[in-house]
C-alpha cells in the first residue's frame, strides 16, 4: 500500500486508495426504544491486515456528522481524504502497518448504513422519519454485531472523538472483554443542559422548517434545507473557542474594500461567510432526519443513569485501560467534563491515563493533526500494539 | 409616590403606576448609513423629578429586547413591572427620590419609537425592511435630541447594561460634555467573532423563515415568527452560564414521570421546555425587523475604530467619570471584555472603578437584584448624587 501511494503521488502516510463495503448484520437487534431491527446494513472500510491472532483490530467511532471514510482517498485524484486521514495510515498514530483499522457509518446515518435514508423492507419505502431513534447503547450493540461477522473478539483498542468517545465509553461498560484498550477524546460523560440546549435549537430549527414535512420531505421531494443549514452554522459555533474565533475570523469584513458597513443584511464580516459556507456545504451532504437523531443520541448518552447516576459504578463494570484526552479550549466538551470521566475512573479503580492537550482551535481539535496530541496518541497506540503483539 | 404605592398594596419600592410618553423630535437626524430622518418618535417613560439645576437626570439605555418601561407598573392590578423595576424606584440604587430618572424605546425599536413598525410618513404605509440599520452612534444622537426636548445639558449618569452598556460608551466618546458619569455594565467594547456568530444565526433564522418575504411579512398579514423563536432560543442560551444551565436545569426530565425516554422530539429536558417557552413568548412582543437592526448595531459597534482601532484613543475623548461592571459566569459579554474597556480608561487617564460580581447566573445577572451588585451600584449613585446635589 504505501509503495503504492508513492508512486501514485499520494503522500507517504496514505492508506491509498480504499473501498467502503456493505456488511449485512442479520441477527436481530433490539433497540433502547423498544423496537426491533430484524437486520442491518453497515457501511465499512478497513484499513492495514488482521493479524492471525486477530488481536490487532481497532474500531473507530464517529462522531454526530461523521461515516466510514475515515482515511485514505476514493481515487488517486481525489483530493479529500476521509475525515480522520490525518491520524490512521501507515507511520500515523493510528499505525496501519501495526493495526487492523476498521471504521464503519453508524446504524442511523446517511452514507449507506440503515437509516432514515435507506428503504425499510416491509414497506418499501425510505425510513424517512420511522427509523427509529437510536441511542448510543443501540450502536455498541450494532457495533458488536459487526465485530462477530469481522471474527473480532476483542478489539485492541476503540477510540472516538467527541459523540465518538461517548461510544467508546459505552463499549468500555457494556461490553467489558470485548476491548482492551479505550480512547476516549474530547468527549463528556453526558451532555450537560447547555449542550442539550444547542442540540434543541438545532433540532427546532430543522422541524420548524416548512420543508421538513415532519420528516417526510424525501418523499415530497424536498428537503428542509434552512433548518439543517443553521443547525450546522449553531454546531460550528461550539467547536471553536472564542479565542480561536477572534484568531481567525476577528472583525474583518469580508474582500476588504474600503472598511465601510454595507447597512444590509448580505454577508458582511468573515466570521459569517464561514458559518453560512459551513452551512450551506453540509446541507449538501447530509441528512436532516439523521441529524436530529444523532443530536437526541447525544441528549440521551448517560451511562450513569443505568447505575443510579453514579459514574464509577457504571465504570466499575469496564476492564478496558483508559487514555482521556481533553484540549483546553474545548468548551462543547470541557477539559472540566473530561476530569468527570478520569474522576469517575479513579474511584473506580480502572487504570486511566489523562491528558489536556493546549489547543488552538477548540473542540475540533480533535480532528487535527496537533504534534503533541498526535506525540499522545502514537505512544499510547505503541503500548497497545505491544500488549497485543501488533 | 411612595404612599400611594403603599397605599394601593404596591411594594414600597416601585414609582407606582407610570404611563409612557411619546416624544416628538423634529429635528433632522442624519444616520450612519447616510440616511437622514426629518423627524421621529421617541417613547419615553421619566420617574421621579427634575431639580431646579436641571443637574439630576439619569438616562437608561436598554438593551436588545429593552424599551421604555424600565420599572413601575401600567395599572395598580399590573404583575409585570418594568424590566429594570429591581434597580429603579424609591429607595433602590437608582433612587428616583434623588433623581429624574429617564427611560425611551430606542429608535429602530418596536414599542411605539419610531421604527420599523411604524408609519413611515412619506409613504403612509410601515416601514418595514425600508427602516435604516442603526448604529449605536446613531441611538446617542437621537437620545440627545431626547435630552435637548427635555432640556437636560448634562445627565448625572448614563446607564446600560450589555448593549444598553454600549451606548453608555458611545455618549461618553461621542458627547464628552453631555454626562458627568458613565455606569457600563455587562458589555464589550465590540463584538468578538463569536458574538457576531450568534447574531448572523438569529438573523439567518429569521430571514430563511418563509414568512419573513424579505422583511415586509406585516404587509402581508403574517410574521417570521419560527425564525423569530429561535433567534431567541439562541439568545437565552448566552444568557445564562453552563454552570447556571446546570443548576436550573440538570437533565431533569419535564414533567417528572416514571423517567423514561419519549424516544421523540417533543420537548422532554426541562432546558427545552424553558427555551421554547421564551422562544414563543418573544414571538408574541418582538417584530423581526427589530430583532435584526438591534443585533446589527451590536456587530457595528465599535468606538476604537474611529480612532484606528486604538480604544484609548477613543476614551480619550471622554470626560466622564467610569464604573464598568462586570459578571463572572458572564460568556457573553466576560469580565475579559470589561477589562478591555477598564485598561483602555486607564490609558486615556480616565477616572474608572471596576466590580466584578459573583454571579449566579451569568448575562442575565445584569437585571438581576443581587445583593452585591446593587450595593455597588447604589453606593456609586450615592457619590453621583452628592457631585450634582441631587
Known amino acids: 500500500m504505501k509503495a503504492d501511494a508513492l508512486a501514485s503521488g499520494l503522500p507517504s502516510g496514505s492508506v491509498g486508495v480504499v473501498t467502503p463495503r456493505a456488511f449485512e448484520i442479520t441477527q436481530p437487534l433490539t433497540l433502547d426504544c423498544g423496537r426491533t431491527l430484524p437486520q442491518h446494513t453497515l457501511m465499512v472500510e478497513t484499513y492495514g491486515t488482521l493479524n492471525a491472532a486477530r488481536s490487532n483490530a481497532v474500531l473507530i467511532c464517529h462522531a454526530l456528522s461523521g461515516d ?13 481524504p476521509g475525515w480522520w486521514d490525518s491520524a490512521i495510515g501507515p507511520g500515523k498514530p493510528i499505525d496501519t502497518r501495526q493495526f487492523f483499522v476498521v471504521a464503519l457509518n453508524n446504524l442511523g446515518g446517511c452514507r449507506g448504513s440503515t437509516g432514515p435514508t435507506t428503504i425499510n423492507p416491509e ?3 425510505a425510513w424517512g422519519p420511522d427509523f427509529p431513534i437510536i441511542t448510543v447503547r443501540d450502536w455498541v450493540r450494532s457495533q458488536a454485531m459487526l465485530a462477530d461477522t469481522l471474527g473480532i473478539a476483542c478489539w485492541a483498542a476503540v477510540v472516538g472523538g467527541s459523540l465518538g468517545g ?3 465509553m ?23 443542559a447547555q449542550n442539550i440546549a444547542f442540540n434543541e435549537i438545532a433540532r427546532q430549527a430543522i422541524i420548524s422548517d416548512p420543508d421538513f414535512h415532519d420528516g417526510r420531505y424525501a418523499a415530497l421531494g424536498t428537503k428542509p434545507s434552512r ?14 473557542s472564542d479565542d480561536a474565533m ?23 464580516f468573515e466570521v459569517e461567510s464561514y458559518l453560512r459556507y459551513q452551512g450551506q456545504s453540509f446541507v449538501d451532504r447530509f441528512d436532516a432526519n439523521t441529524y436530529l437523531l444523532m443530536t437526541k443520541a447525544i441528549d440521551y448518552f448517560d451511562p450513569a443513569r443505568d447505575y443510579n447516576d453514579d ?3 457504571a465504570f466499575a463494570q469496564a476492564q478496558a485501560k483508559f487514555l482521556v484526552i481533553a484540549f483546553d479550549a474545548d468548551w462543547r466538551f470541557a ?25 488552538p482551535l477548540g473542540h475540533d481539535d480533535f480532528l487535527m493533526p496537533l504534534p503533541e496530541y498526535h506525540a499522545v496518541l502514537h505512544g499510547y497506540l505503541q503500548r497497545v500494539a505491544g500488549a497485543v503483539g501488533a
Chains 1, 2 share one sequence.
Open 335 to 359: 477539559p472540566s467534563r473530561s476530569r468527570e470521566i478520569v474522576n469517575a475512573l479513579v474511584v473506580a479503580d480502572r487504570d486511566v491515563s489523562y491528558v489536556v492537550i493546549d489547543s
Open 166 to 168: 461517548m461510544q467508546v
Open 227 to 240: 433548518g439543517l443549514k443553521l443547525a450546522r452554522m449553531l454546531g460550528h459555533i461550539t467547536y471553536l
Open 311 to 313: 459514574l464509577a459504578a
Open 246 to 268: 477572534r484568531a481567525r475570523f476577528g472583525r474583518l469584513l469580508r474582500g476588504g474594500g474600503d472598511g465601510r458597513f454595507s447597512f444590509n443584511y448580505e454577508v458582511e
Open 68 to 80: 466510514h471514510h475515515a482515511a485514505g482517498v476514493y481515487a488517486e485524484d481525489d483530493r479529500k
Open 123 to 125: 414497506t418499501g419505502a
Open 170 to 192: 459505552q463499549w468500555a461498560i457494556d461490553c467489558p472483554t470485548r476491548l482492551r484498550h479505550a480512547i476516549v477524546i474530547a468527549a463528556a460523560p453526558r451532555a450537560s
